[in-house]
């Protein structure tokens, strides 16, 4: 699978973005799907992730309750839904893709399990 995120800019703290990550292939219904962010200087961090088996999410601490994940996999997409932003979201965000082998387990925020990372796209949080 091919992966093009998509819907970052620059807005105000307390502001919204909607993301969205298109994919290419006719079998991203089969993929647990990740949001990943990279800030300057830092490892890229998990911020959300979807499963492709029940659509139950998990988010890190510092984006819950801020951040919603969702897929429509008529369209092979997925969108982060970001309100309420804060300075420290500012980063590039990329979408990745997991497909479960024997052994996996769910929910996973390892940035190993994913792949097919596309390019991000720049998320600025202005204060």
């Known amino acids: 699978v091919q992966l093009q995120a998509s819907g970052g800019g620059l807005v105000q703290a307390g502001g919204s973005l909607r993301l969205s990550c298109a994919a290419s292939?006719?079998?991203?219904?089969?993929?647990?799907m990740g949001w990943f962010r990279q800030a300057p200087g830092k490892e890229r961090e998990f911020v959300a992730a979807i499963s492709w088996r029940d659509l139950s999410t998990y988010y890190a601490d510092s984006v819950k309750g801020r951040f919603t994940i969702s897929r429509d996999n008529a369209k092979n997409t997925m969108y982060l839904q970001m309100d309420s932003l804060k300075p420290e979201d500012t980063a590039v965000y990329y979408c990745?893709?997991?497909?479960?082998?024997?052994?996996?387990?769910?929910?996973?925020?390892?940035?190993?399990?994913?792949?097919?990372w596309g390019q991000g796209t720049q998320v600025t949080v202005s204060s």
């Open positions: 292939g006719r079998t991203f219904s089969t993929y647990d």
């Open positions: 990745g893709a997991r497909v479960r082998v024997r052994g996996s387990t769910w929910p996973t925020t390892g940035v190993n399990d994913f792949g097919s």
